[in-house]
């Protein structure tokens, strides 16, 4: 199953919404999950299902969709949530990762 | 709090094997709710996943590594390994293992890597 994000990259200020989307090849149901990646750590999962916030990450995170479209919401960027942003498909093996958004702050 | 920290060789020459271990700290490869994989991600590159195993044996391998992948627990160490043949340039990489929580019943139902190690850089080079 292929997973394709938009955008690849993008820019925004510290206080803004922001948007990434997740498109899956094929249905995955609610079997999407999303990470946050900061240059040379591990992935840390912020999203498990599609919406459900993984335990210790802030509420500003949200997920939404299922069937093939989804979304991450970060409601009110801070400075510590640049890096990059993977979604990540569990219904099927081999399990798939999205290309990645990277998300910079102005 | 569940710890993983991968080890092992840094440096492996073409066509030889890669070998990797994963110490699990904090929790047990036993415990029948998670699933324990590698993932590994090239250098300036996405995440690629390379296979699971579950504490009784039974793996399940991404089919672009499944020829030359090979993933083993041991119990009595907490331990999970990774064995990755015949390498060439093209699976340097930092490797993770990672912790997979899953469950399904009736109300509810996730499969994620809710907890991962710090990576290993493993260089291919003659």
């Known amino acids: 199953i292929q997973m394709t994000q938009s955008p690849s990259s993008l820019s925004a200020s510290v206080g803004d919404r922001v948007t990434i989307t997740c498109r899956a090849s094929q249905s995955i149901s609610s079997y999407l999950n999303w990470y946050h990646q900061k240059a040379g750590k591990a992935p840390k999962l912020l999203i498990y299902t599609a919406s459900g916030l993984q335990s210790g990450v802030p509420p500003r995170f949200s997920g939404s969709g299922s069937g093939t479209d989804f979304t991450l919401t970060i409601s009110s960027l801070q400075p510590e949530d640049f890096g990059l942003y993977y979604c990540q498909q569990s219904y099927s093996t081999p399990w798939t990762f999205g290309q990645g958004t990277k998300v910079e702050i102005k | 709090q569940v710890q993983l920290q991968e080890s092992g060789p840094g440096l492996v020459k073409p066509s030889e094997t890669l070998s990797l271990t994963c110490a699990v700290s904090g929790g047990s490869v036993s415990s029948g709710v998670y699933y324990w994989s590698w993932i590994r991600q090239p250098p300036g590159k996405g995440l690629e996943w390379i296979g699971y195993?579950?504490?009784?044996?039974?793996?399940n391998y991404n089919p672009s590594l499944q020829s030359r992948v090979t993933i083993s627990v041991d119990t009595s160490k907490n331990q999970v390994s990774l064995k990755l043949t015949s390498v060439t340039t093209a699976d340097t990489a930092v490797y993770f293992c990672?912790?997979?929580?899953?469950?399904?019943?009736?109300?509810?139902?996730?499969?994620?890597?809710?907890?991962w190690g710090q990576g290993t850089l493993v260089t291919v080079s003659s």
């Open positions: 195993i579950y504490f009784s044996g039974n793996t």
């Open positions: 990672a912790r997979v929580l899953s469950y399904h019943d009736s109300s509810a139902h996730r499969r994620d890597f809710d907890y």
